[in-house]
């Protein structure tokens, strides 16, 4: 039993580094060789992101991958459109922009807050 619980486990750790490893090393090839700035590469993550979950195949990522496809970028934009889809189902043309929110909020207030404690102890050069 525990010989095939230890399979599985090395299973998961390699799918979640392929597909982990894809959505980086496309990033980084947005970013190095197409001369993007990290904010244009990182808004493209995101509508990527957003595309593959509005056809459906984003969710399935995250089965196939499960942390390496959660955790990168590109899961912010699967999140906005989950939420948004939900948020519409359950409180019509309103809830698009209130539903779109809840699932991104927690990582959002971690990086204001997160980023405002960095700002109190280290000086920004420039």
Do not use: W
């Not at 190095?32 to 979950?53: K, R």
């Not at 922009?97 to 971690?110: E, H, N, Q, R, Y």
């Amino acid at each position: 039993m525990p010989e095939a619980l230890f399979g599985e486990l090395l299973r998961q750790f390699f799918r979640a580094l392929l597909i982990g490893g894809l959505f980086c090393t496309a990033g980084q090839l947005l970013f190095d060789l197409a001369n993007l700035t990290p904010a244009h590469t990182m808004s493209i993550l995101v509508s990527t992101g957003s595309l593959l979950a509005i056809c459906g195949i984003y969710p399935a990522l995250v089965d196939f991958a499960g942390f390496g496809a959660s955790l990168p970028i590109l899961n912010f934009g699967n999140l906005l459109v989950s939420g948004a889809r939900e948020g519409a189902l359950a409180d019509g043309f309103l809830g698009i922009l209130t539903g779109m929110l809840k699932p991104v909020s927690a990582g959002i207030t971690a990086a204001v807050v997160f980023g405002f404690l960095v700002a109190l102890f280290c000086k920004p050069k420039g």
